[in-house]
């Protein structure tokens, strides 16, 4: 069965460092999405992304998130100048279609800002 | 998006049904219904998806009413691998199918 793959699986920075995480959507997938979870707490959409283009995002998403899909597989989160409160699971997920309602999710990377 | 609760811990035993309840009193018209399985330090899974009545499959049946304000996700006797957070979420298919997330039900299956 495909699934979403991402790399790092724990990645460790120090605070004001930039890092990018990286995902593997399912291939023939449209929409794409990032989330975190912050230990113990909740899911939180991040932002979603179709055709080349952020679709929509949250008020986490500020100036020091971004996101690409530099080669037509990839799909990377970036966050510029990390903070300790960004220490979270970040989970990528893909959706074949707007039709669909299953999202496909990663195993997520651990993020550890010190 | 309509806001969703549900019980924030259950237990269980081995071989019994469980029945978790989420309700939903605002839900819209154009919402649907779907339920996430998420185990420790993973990815959630996909369980579940309706929109009214009855849903089954082989992983478990998800029971509608006809006014929608709640939905009941039955796991049929569950197994200790069963232990995970449950997601009860409400979605707008016209709304980039983005996910709002709650709490989580936080089942605890016993031997």
């Known amino acids: 069965e495909p699934e979403v793959t991402q790399t790092p699986s724990h990645q460790v920075t120090q605070m004001g460092q930039e890092v990018i995480l990286r995902c593997v959507p399912i291939?023939?997938?449209?929409?794409f999405y990032w989330y975190r979870q912050i230990l113990g707490q909740k899911v939180e959409f991040l932002v979603s992304?179709?055709?080349?283009?952020?679709?929509?995002k949250s008020e986490i998403f500020d100036d020091q998130f971004s996101v690409e899909r530099p080669d037509g597989s990839n799909f990377t989160l970036k966050i510029r100048s990390t903070k300790l409160e960004d220490s979270a699971m970040y989970f990528c997920?893909?959706?074949?279609?707007?039709?669909?309602?299953?999202?496909?999710f990663g195993p997520g990377t651990r993020l550890t800002v010190t | 998006l309509a806001k969703t609760t549900q019980p924030i811990s259950m237990d269980s035993y081995e071989g019994q049904e469980v029945n978790i309840t989420c309700s939903h009193n605002?839900?819209?018209?154009?919402?649907?219904i779907t339920w996430y399985q998420q185990f420790p330090s993973q990815g959630p899974r996909f369980i579940i998806q309706?929109?009214?009545?009855?849903v089954t499959n082989e992983v478990a049946s998800l029971f509608i009413p006809a006014d929608r304000k709640s939905s009941t996700l039955s796991l049929p006797r569950v197994s200790l691998s069963d232990t995970a957070v449950y997601y009860c979420l409400v979605g707008d298919a016209g709304n980039n199918r983005k996910l709002i997330w709650g709490l989580g039900t936080s089942l605890g299956v016993n031997p």
């Open positions: 605002n839900i819209a018209t154009n919402d649907y």
């Open positions: 992304f179709y055709n080349n283009e952020i679709s929509e």
């Open positions: 309706g929109y009214k009545t009855k």
């Open positions: 997920a893909s959706l074949p279609r707007d039709t669909a309602y299953e999202q496909y």
């Open positions: 291939s023939n997938h449209l929409y």
